[in-house]
C-alpha cells in the first residue's frame, strides 16, 4: 500500500469515527443531568426528551423537547461548541438556537428576573426563532430575535419583532439603562381588552424593573394618541400613564372593548390613567381614571333629553336617542362606580348641564337640567336621570315635582312648575308650544 492510499484510509478512518462517534456514547445519563441542571435553573421540573452531540459538520449538541411543568416548552435548542475553545479547557458557544415553543409570560418575566450568569459558560449570541409566549387562553408572537451578548449589561443592541411584523422592539443598553423603542403596526392586542392599533411608537428606559416612557404617539380608530408614563413589575403589576386622544370614533372603539352601541361620536381626552394587579392580564379589571372630554357631532342612545324636557312628566321615560354637536364634561372612576361632574351638551335643540354617577359602572343616578331653544318653549327643566347603562331613564326630579302644586292646578295632573320658573312663565311656554295665540297669552297675563 503507497503513503496515498494509506493516508486516504486514515482519513476515512478518522471520518467514520467522527461521525458514528456520537452514535455509540451513552447520552442518557448527560440528558438526566442537563434536566436536573434546569430544573435548579428554573426553579421547576424540567424534562429533556433527547439529547444528540453531533462533531460533524458542526461540533455540539442538539436538545429536543425541553418541558416545564408550567406548560411551557422549547422545541428545539441547538448549542454548538467552539471546538477551540474546547481544546483549552473552555466552554463557549457561537449562537444558542431555539425554535420552536412556547413559554408562559409569567416564566419569562422570572427568566429575566434571575442572575444571567451561566456557571462559566460563555454565550456570543441568543437567536430566537417560532417562539410564541402565552397568558392564559392568549397567545403572543411567535417572535424572532437576534440578540448578541455581552458587554456590560449582558447583550447589545438588539431586536425582537413579530414574524407578521406588526411588533417589533429595539433595545440598546446605556449607562442610564436599556433604550427602548417599540414600533406597532395595523397591531392586534392578544390580551383583554382586544384594541387594534393602527400604528404606534413609544420610546422609554428599562431600569431596575421599570419602563420609564418618555415618548408616545401613534393612530387608532381614526384618531391620535399620545403620552408617557411608567411601567413596574417588581411587586405586581403597575401602570401610571398620562394620555391624551384627539379625534378617536368611539362607536368602533367601544365595540372593541365589548360595550353595545351607547354612544357615539369623535372624542378629545386629556387624563390620566392608573393600573395595577398581580397578574398583567387583569391590569384593566379595576382601572382608576380621571380625564376631561369633549366629544363631537355623537348621539346619545336610550335617551332623549328635547323629549323628556318638553313631555314635563313624573313618570320615568325610557329609550330614544339625543343627537349633540357638544358633550363635555370631567370623567373620574374609582372602584367600579364611575362619575361624570361638570357635564354639558349642546345640539341645535336644546343645552344641558348636570352630573351624572355609575354606581357599579351599570347604575344611574344624577340630574341634568335642559334648556330647549327656540321662544316657543321655556328653559332649565331639571331632570332626574336614572335607571341603568343599558336602559337609563329620564323624569322631572322629586323637587320639581314638589313645586309643581300651583301649576298642576291649571295644568293638569303630572304637570307643574320646574325650579326656579314661575307658573305664569311656564303657561305661557307651554301654550306657545301647543299652538296658542294671543288670547291665551292676554288670558295668562290677567
Partial sequence: MNKTSRLGLVALLSLVVLVGLPF??????????????????FGQPVTVASLRPSLLPVTGVTVEGIAFADGGRLDRVDVPLDLGALLHGRVEIPSLRVTGGELPLRALVGIAARDAGGGGVGVRELRLRNLTLRHGEAQLGPFAADIPLGGEVGFH??????????????????PEGIQLTLVLDHWHSPLPPRLVIDRLRAEGVLHEGRITLSALEGA?????????????????????HRFNLKGVALEPLLKALGEPRRLSGRLDADGNLALSADDPARLFHHPELDADFVIHQGVLHNADLEQAARNLVAEEQKGGETPFERCAGHLALRGGD?????LTIAST???????????????????????????????????????????????????????????SAILGPGIGTAVGIKAGQLVKGLTRALGGGEEEEKEVRK
Fill in 24 to 41: 455509540v456514547i451513552p447520552m442518557d445519563g448527560y440528558r438526566q443531568e442537563l434536566a436536573q441542571r434546569l430544573t435548579e435553573r
Fill in 349 to 407: 335643540a336644546l343645552e344641558a348641564a348636570g352630573g351624572v354617577k355609575v354606581r357599579g359602572l351599570n347604575e344611574l343616578e344624577g340630574e341634568i337640567d335642559v334648556g330647549l331653544k327656540g321662544a316657543a318653549m321655556i328653559a332649565s327643566i331639571p331632570l332626574h336621570v336614572g335607571g341603568t347603562v343599558a336602559e337609563p331613564s329620564l323624569r322631572l326630579t322629586n323637587e320639581a315635582i314638589a313645586g309643581a302644586g300651583a301649576g
Fill in 338 to 342: 364611575l362619575a361624570l361632574g361638570g
Fill in 220 to 240: 387608532a380608530y381614526g384618531g391620535t394618541l399620545g403620552g408617557g408614563g411608567e411601567l413596574s413589575w417588581g411587586e405586581g403589576w403597575r401602570l401610571a
Fill in 157 to 174: 443592541r438588539s431586536e425582537i419583532h413579530q414574524n407578521d411584523g406588526s411588533l417589533s422592539l429595539h433595545l440598546l443598553p446605556t
